[in-house]
């Protein structure tokens, strides 16, 4: 059993810049992969970024690439998104995922097995 909960979320400006973390409950933190998503109002949840248990792995969508950076500490048991040059249709609950069953870059939601509430980033233009 994981437990995960985000932080980090806020109110910032187009172009700006924001950390969201994400820290989980228990010994075994390392043996997850991990992953962001994100939900806007109205819209479904997406998959933002993934990255292995290790941390060697990196992965994201194609709407963030090259602007944000997944990664992780694991003896701190905690997953950053550092997200970078913030644009209005970044807004929405972000959310960390962990899987726990050792799948190939997952980014699907069904794929993920525990999941955090999530924090609101806000992107004034």
């Known amino acids: 059993q994981v437990q995960l909960v985000e932080s980090g979320g806020g109110l910032v400006q187009a172009g700006g810049s924001l950390r969201v973390s994400c820290r989980a409950s228990?010994?075994?933190?390392?043996?997850?992969?991990m992953g962001w998503f994100r939900q806007a109002p109205g819209k479904e949840r997406e998959f933002v970024a993934g990255i292995s248990w290790s941390g060697e792995s990196t992965y994201y969508a194609d709407s963030v690439k090259g602007r944000f950076t997944i990664s992780r500490d694991n003896a701190k048991n905690t997953v950053y998104l550092q997200m970078n040059s913030l644009k209005p249709e970044d807004t929405a609950v972000y959310s960390c995922?962990?899987?726990?069953?050792?799948?190939?870059?997952?980014?699907?939601?069904?794929?993920?097995?525990?999941w955090g509430q999530g924090t609101q980033v806000t992107v004034s233009s």
């Open positions: 995922a962990a899987d726990g069953a050792f799948k190939i870059r997952p980014t699907r939601v069904y794929e993920y097995d525990y």
């Open positions: 228990g010994r075994t933190f390392s043996r997850y992969a």
